[in-house]
């Protein structure tokens, strides 16, 4: 699924948007270890982690796409890092369960269709 229809379909504020990538799968989590243990490349990854070590993390993983969750501010140095290393940053006022939910019905909804 491409990104473009997640953000649509969720209602999220693009924060950088610098590539309309395509979205097999997700992971939400935040702490750091964990997401480099278990979240797949090229996954949209949910979390409350909106720092520099967020970006880092996103890089080590390959992971294309962050949606930050419950409206957390990101900061300008986060912003520039994701510009810089093509990350595409993403927030909602909404709660991680809550967004997780929406994400995966989209993707199983798609999934079906083919």
Do not use: P
């Amino acid at each position: 699924m491409k990104l473009s229809k997640i953000i649509s379909e969720c209602r999220l504020e693009k924060i950088v948007f610098c590539t309309d990538c395509e979205i097999e799968n997700g992971y939400c989590g935040d702490l750091m270890s964990d997401v480099m243990a278990h979240a797949e490349a090229e996954c949209i990854w949910i979390t409350i982690q909106a720092h520099k070590n967020s970006i880092a993390v996103a890089l080590i993983k390959d992971i294309k796409s962050i949606v930050f969750t419950n409206n957390v501010t990101v900061g300008k140095e986060v912003i520039k890092k994701a510009e810089e290393e093509k990350i595409n940053l993403l927030r909602t006022d909404k709660d991680s369960f809550s967004v997780c939910g929406e994400i995966y019905c989209l993707m199983e909804a798609e999934t079906a269709k083919d």
